[in-house]
């Protein structure tokens, strides 16, 4: 999917490809970040958390997110640049097994500069039973058509 800014419509929804979440990948974020909540790591705690066993951590669900949105939105030869979030909530816990795919849908673009336009995405953060659990506003910056 090679698309510039002006290809992209208002109402436009794509599914994307699924990535199941391991033991390695909160091992490998740990280690990165330091993020140690027993929550994630520890599952005598976890068994006694409210969600019952290790969940993953929400900022590792936005980054396998981002991942799957590079991956099956926006294209390698068009040049992109991530704007921001607009918004984050994380509606139903991630557990680990659990493989999470994304319902996007474009719900506005807009001029930026000559070069470069903005894509303001949906996205709907399912797990493999078809339960949503998290809601992303998610605005890329997408090169424009060259004239």
């Known amino acids: ?19 199941t979440l391991s033991d390695a990948d909160i091992k490998l ?16 705690y976890a068994k006694k958390h409210p969600f019952g066993a290790i969940v993953v951590p929400g900022s590792l669900t936005v ?11 926006v294209g390698r030869k068009v040049q992109i640049g991530h704007y921001g979030y607009d918004r984050i909530r994380f509606l139903a816990p991630v557990f680990l097994g659990d493989t999470i795919s994304v319902i996007a849908e474009v719900v ?13 995405f949906d ?16 605005i890329q910056m997408v090169e424009r058509v060259r004239t």
């Open 1 to 19: 999917m090679e698309r510039h800014w002006e290809d992209y419509a208002v109402g436009e929804q794509w599914t994307t490809s699924g990535r």
């Open 29 to 44: 974020f740990i280690g990165a970040t330091d993020a140690t909540h027993p929550a994630h790591v520890d599952s005598e």
């Open 63 to 73: 980054g396998v997110v981002d991942g799957l949105v590079v991956q099956n939105l």
């Open 108 to 120: 506005e673009t807009r001029e930026r500069n000559a070069e470069f336009g903005l894509v303001v």
């Open 123 to 138: 996205l709907r953060v399912m797990n493999q039973h078809g339960k949503q659990v998290a809601a992303i506003r998610d």
